[in-house]
């Protein structure tokens, strides 16, 4: 599966952007999808991810700023990230996966390449 990530850059404190993942899958409706990050120097964390019918839980230091959401039609996820802060300076990566028993299990053959967002303070 190919993953392709888009919509990072530069913003400001307080600012938003919306990253938006394709994947390549023809199968894409029938998996759950998660947005990771990696910081400088820092294991890559979960973000949030959204099950194959919907279901979207968020790490709590997102939750209220960040949202995200799938077009199976287009099998694209999308991030949409407000109210940013200096600590979301990542490179952001999109994930095809499996959502059981309420825990997201990534693919590890399913990484996109990453796209760099830069908040500024």
């Known amino acids: 599966v190919q993953l392709q990530a888009s919509g990072g850059g530069q913003v400001q404190a307080g600012g938003s952007l919306k990253l938006a993942c394709t994947a390549s899958?023809?199968?894409?409706?029938?998996?759950?999808l998660a947005w990771y990050r990696q910081a400088p120097g820092s294991q890559r964390e979960l973000v949030a991810f959204i099950s194959n019918l919907g279901t979207t839980i968020y790490t709590d230091s997102v939750k209220g700023r960040f949202t995200i959401s799938r077009d199976n039609v287009k099998k694209r996820v999308y991030l949409q990230m407000d109210s940013l802060i200096p600590e979301g300076t990542a490179v952001y990566y999109c994930?095809?996966?499996?959502?059981?028993?309420?825990?997201?299990?990534?693919?590890?053959?399913?990484w996109g390449q990453g796209t760099l967002v830069t908040v500024s303070s």
């Open positions: 994930n095809l996966g499996v959502y059981a028993s309420g825990d997201y299990y990534p693919n590890e053959d399913s």
């Open positions: 899958s023809n199968a894409f409706g029938a998996y759950a």
